[in-house]
């Protein structure tokens, strides 16, 4: 009677503490996730503490991990055959797709929203070889944390060998301004100085640099500029 007490409590506790679980991963946001959908993630994380609990206190009767070992695979497929006969269960937790760049400028409300800085975002494209933001038309990051990325139309890869031309080395983006804060070494690797970046600024209609969220400049001396409030003029991503 005692194991079967014990049992029912165990049975409790993972039907009880996984709501509380989720609401915690789901707050924590997409950082955390990796490429495993937020469900999955808790399974792993639940599974670990399961096992490396009983493997570190010799204490803990075997009986009791094995239950669990047993039950939570189960409730994870009940949980993703509900996701898939119930689409508005699985919206309600798992993360939609969040527009994060929109025609070469950073939408940075979306980018706060989801946690996450310029130099999260400047990281993924580079591991895309894009090295100029200027030459991204969307830039999305997915429930999974990954970013999806469409590139400018002229921008698009082409066969250069069937045109027969020869191939223009790309030009290396900079960052010169984060978050209003001028990176001056920047302008002098170019031979530039302040008064010349406030000139571009104002020939923008930019008339303070704090309005700048992110600016890059390639070694052509081409600006391209995110201010913080841009504004979004497309639809929002679902799943």
Known sequence: MDILRESIIILARILTIFPLFLFVTMYMGRRSLGEMPIFDFLIIITLSNVI???IADPDVDHIYTYLAVLVIPLLQKFVARLLISNRKIGKKITLDP???????KVLVENLKRIHYSIDNILQMLRQKDIFDIS???IGI???NGKMSVLKQDSKMEVTIEDLEIEKKSNSLSLPLIVEGEVY???????NLDRVWLINELQKRKISQINRVFFASINEDKELHISLKKEKQHM????H
Not at 98 to 104: K, P, R, S, W, Y
Not at 235 to 238: A, I, V
Request: proline fraction near 7%; avoid cysteine.
């Open 135 to 137: 030459e991204v038309k």
């Open 141 to 143: 990051i997915e429930g």
């Open 52 to 54: 490396g609990a009983d």
């Open 98 to 104: 969040t527009l994060v760049i929109q025609d070469g």
């Open 184 to 190: 001056e070494d920047i302008l002098t690797y170019l």
């Open 235 to 238: 639809p929002p991503f679902y």
